[in-house]
């Protein structure tokens, strides 16, 4: 409830975040059918750059800017893959961008740039001043729905959704700190029997290495058939005192999802170093084949295993 995104909009970790959403929800529009996106932690929607909030902490310039302006950390041979090439564009399509970045978008209103007249938004949010932006954000829109409870407890009334397919984006502000992994796990565990061809993305903070893990255990013996998880550190994760990288686990993620995230996570890792190379992690949890030659992917300074001779 005292969390504020305003003063972390469009860092290093939205930039995961996000774009992982972004291709989620690309890989749900391959079909023609509809989907369904539930937020369970939605926040205000969109957020202004030149704010007093964005303004203190200024983390945006370490994140977001760093992609809309790479060509001080790359040559011009080396383009951003279309990707990320893509998601960036969408963003800069939101009205009031037209002459820069002054907005940046929060993962509903992101949602809601990219999905089709067709699909569905299910946006809940417990802070009372954050719920009244969305629903002023969302008045004119039709396929957004706004409930002002907790995201957790609406998962048990909006599963399965009515279009059968879609996404549960989990991102809560973890102010509960380890506590609130254990939240994510019951209310994982209630939604996979309620829904358990959905597709759920979890945000998570990485300071300690030790703080997640437990959490990353749990995942390999949740019964989910795929679960892959991506990673882009900027520190190294051994200080609770600050934000050294973030993750997304990803629920029965689409079969390619690994292939398609694997250049973008390599750019970001590129683009967003801060004091020393930022490294990053693509690795399948559970993978339904078990195939370990397409299992993990690790850049610098996470070793590659060994090919046996």
């Not at 989990?170 to 209630?190: H, K």
Request: aromatic share 8%.
């Amino acid at each position: 409830m005292n969390y504020r995104h305003a003063y972390h909009a469009g860092n290093f970790a939205d930039v995961l975040k996000h774009s992982v959403l972004f291709a989620l929800i690309q890989a749900l529009k391959a079909k023609d059918t509809p989907f369904a996106l539930i937020d369970t932690h939605a926040g205000s929607g969109c957020y202004a750059l030149d704010s007093e909030e964005a303004g203190k902490t200024g983390e945006y310039r370490e994140g977001i800017t760093r992609l809309l302006f790479p060509d001080l950390q790359r040559s011009e041979q080396t383009p951003l893959p279309p990707l990320l090439r893509h998601w960036l564009d969408a963003i800069l399509a939101l009205p009031g961008n037209e002459h820069g970045l002054k907005l940046y978008p929060g993962s509903p209103l992101q949602a809601a740039l990219t999905m089709r007249a067709t699909d569905s938004v299910q946006l809940c949010e417990l802070h009372p001043e954050e719920v009244s932006r969305l629903r002023e954000l969302f008045h004119h829109d039709h396929r957004v729905h706004v409930h002002h409870r907790n995201g957790y407890e609406a998962l048990k009334a909006l599963l399965p959704p009515k279009e059968k397919r879609g996404l549960v984006l989990i991102d809560p502000p973890y102010e509960a700190q380890d506590s609130e992994f254990r939240l994510i796990e019951a209310a994982l565990q209630t939604a996979l029997q309620r829904w358990p061809n959905g597709i759920y993305a979890v945000w998570y903070p990485i300071k300690l290495r030790s703080q997640s893990q437990p959490f990353l255990r749990w995942l390999q013996r949740c019964g989910a058939r795929r679960v892959l998880q991506a990673e882009l550190l900027v520190h190294p994760d051994d200080s609770p005192l600050r934000l050294n990288g973030s993750g997304m686990a990803i629920i029965n993620a689409p079969w390619n999802l690994h292939q398609v995230l694997h250049e973008p996570l390599q750019a970001m890792a590129r683009l967003l170093s801060q004091e020393r190379a930022a490294a990053w992690r693509l690795n399948w949890l559970v993978q339904e084949n078990d195939t370990q030659a397409l299992q993990a992917h690790h850049a610098k300074p996470l070793p590659r295993p060994k090919r046996p001779r």
